[in-house]
């Protein structure tokens, strides 16, 4: 029905009608019974905010009390369907059907959970604290539903579901402000793509070096250097390995090497990390001779940071080759963010430093010139939303 405050009216006359809040909810099974998916959803979403004393107003207390205490009950009696759409649509629903929803994740088997868990993926009515909740309910089902021994082979399937549940964990433990709990799920993640790479590399080992390589990240985000560096180096063995077999990972195997490399600078062993750029920049570069636009970003990141090291290492005349390159990829792609405009002004910046460095000065002066320019470009476009000031003049 059309529109949807319409609805809502018409569902709490019919409500009241029915005297009492039992009486409602099999009324609501029985109209109902017959609805998809998609239909429960917005049957949820209209009955929520008819619900809802928040956004019914003062005058219909009574009624939507009576809606609300009637929602739970259809909740609870086909959470298959409206459950979920409840959960779909809670940032719309009173306090009752909350509860009830929560109450219904708390008893729910894996097979419920998994459903929810897939649609609040793709949910904007839906609050990420209730996301969290039912991602934490999903993983401790999976992990207790897989036996002790054997699982990574027997049950490969259920293993996958719990792979991906925990890369979601990891995310919603992110977004709520607990980066150390995401860490540690991408910890229990990666530990589980092992155990499965261990049964079968060749279907499961590029899922292994993926999750090395966001556990690396997420302990970098938390500034423990070491750890990930020792994650960066076993993920790119992995990568290195996985690239034997299948040519098509070797950007990935590049930005292994990357990483390895940057860690190592900035753990100060500079010396450790120039052989391992090297290396990544070999590859970008063999990469990008066939795809120039594809790989022409990655590239240049590499040379970027392997000429900063060789200026850090007062090897200025290889540091100043490295940088020319640098720019030429830089080149060669669109740049499509202020954040790659911002990237670009730095590659300058660097290309400016290292031709002073071997005295090439008034190179050095014309890059430091664009290199300005191009910050400003990248200041003017940020403020260019905002209008100036109006500017009142003393009579």
């Known amino acids: 029905m059309q529109p949807d405050r319409l609805g809502e009216a018409l569902a709490l006359d019919v409500v009241t009608e029915a005297g009492t809040a039992d009486a409602a909810a099999r009324l609501l099974a029985a109209v109902l019974s017959q609805c998809d998916a998609e239909q429960a959803e917005q049957a949820m979403v209209v009955l929520g905010r008819a619900a809802n004393p928040f956004l019914s107003g003062p005058t219909m207390t009574e009624r939507t009390q009576l809606l609300a205490a009637a929602l739970p009950a259809l909740v609870r009696q086909q959470p298959r369907w409206f459950a979920i759409a409840a959960a779909a649509s809670l940032t719309w629903q009173p306090d009752e059907v909350r ?191 066939s795809d120039r636009l594809t790989h022409g970003r990655q590239l240049a990141r590499c040379l970027y940071l392997f000429s900063v090291t060789l200026s850090r290492e007062h090897m200025h005349s290889a540091a100043v080759e490295q940088a020319e390159l640098c720019m030429t990829a830089a080149g060669w792609y669109e740049l499509e963010s202020l954040k790659e405009l911002s990237t670009t002004a730095d590659y300058m910046e660097n290309y400016s430093r290292t031709l002073a460095a071997v005295g090439r000065t008034n190179e050095a002066l014309e890059w430091k010139q664009k290199c300005a320019q191009t910050r400003r470009q990248v200041v003017d476009e940020i403020v260019k939303p905002f209008p100036p000031l109006p500017v009142h003049r003393a009579r």
């Open 99 to 289: 509860a009830a929803v929560v109450s219904v994740v708390r008893r729910a088997d894996t097979d419920l959970l998994d459903a929810m868990h897939v649609r609040l993926s793709t949910a904007g009515g839906a609050d990420q604290e209730f996301k969290l909740l039912v991602t934490q309910e999903l993983v401790s089902r999976l992990e207790a539903a897989l036996p002790r021994r054997g699982w990574a082979r027997s049950h490969p399937e259920e293993a996958i579901r719990l792979a991906r549940a925990l890369s979601d964990l990891a995310i919603h433990l992110e977004i709520a402000g607990e980066p150390e709990q995401a860490a540690k799920a991408t910890e229990r993640r990666a530990d589980l793509a092992r155990k499965m790479a261990g049964t079968d590399p060749a279907r499961y080992q590029v899922g292994y070096a993926g999750c090395l390589d966001d556990l690396a990240m997420r302990l970098y985000s938390l500034g423990r250097l070491e750890p990930a560096l020792r994650i960066c180096e076993l993920a790119a063995r992995e990568w290195e390995a996985v690239v034997r077999r299948e040519a098509q990972y070797a950007p990935q195997l590049v930005d292994a090497w990357l990483g390895v490399g940057k860690l190592y600078v900035e753990t100060d062993r500079r010396r450790r990390g120039l052989p391992v750029l090297q290396q990544a920049a070999g590859l970008a570069i063999e990469l990008a001779k």
